[in-house]
């Protein structure tokens, strides 16, 4: 799902030379029209290396991309899981723990793309301390009436899509686990079949600072979500 860090996590893998991920392909709305369109642009994606290997110095061992559970994946789940086991695709699902860190990114990610407060640009991404913390100046305002059923619905989204695609090679990734213990970036290269390389990645986190001084109207979330099963997202 979107801000669950799979833009930092893309950089890790393609750092690795023998990896080319190819980015978030089905933004494109006319890629994702229909269930032909889907597997045209797949078989596009996948022989991408057979049309451009000779100019590359290292194999590609792994080739991808980046698709979001909003863009046509769940619309048509029988048919690309078909296509995933028929081709021999890999899947890593990329979610998020804390669901509300999730929001205030959506929202403050939203807010940039009217604002647009780097000089009069807008950028999910950053790659310096100094734009980072100017995109986190901006505290979003959550809705709590609707907080808890919203995040049911994000729990909802993920068990459905874990469920839809049981029956493909798969692995699950957290966000906090990448961050918190790197060895999780070895398993991702044993799944993918890779040669073990050291990944790195040039952006830099914005929302660093603790919740509480990341959300406006931190009290009223607070006290929705205090006593809940989504307390431990306060924390």
Sequence with gaps: MQ???SGWF???????????????????????SNISTITSTLDKVYNLDWLNSASKNE????????????QGLMDHHDEIVEYFNRR????????RRNLLRRMISVLANTYDRDAKLL????KSHVHSPDEAEILARYKPTINSTLLIPNLKHEEAKIAKALEYFKTTRHIVLYYEDL?????????VQ??????????KSRQVKIHKAPISDQIENWN??????????????LQ
């Design 10 to 32: 893309e950089t890790l893998l393609n750092s690795h030379i023998n990896v080319s991920s190819n980015g978030e392909i089905f933004s494109v709305k006319d890629r994702r």
């Design 220 to 233: 009223d979330v607070n006290s929705t979500l205090k006593g809940t099963q989504y307390e431990s997202f």
């Design 179 to 187: 961050v918190n213990n790197r060895t999780k970036l070895m398993d």
């Design 88 to 95: 021999g695709v890999f899947t890593i699902f990329l979610f």
């Design 119 to 122: 000089n009069g640009t807008h």
């Design 59 to 70: 194999c590609s061992a792994a080739v991808g991309f980046k698709w979001m559970l909003n």
């Design 3 to 5: 801000r669950s860090g």
């Design 190 to 199: 044993e799944f993918l079949r890779l040669p073990q390389r050291d990944l």
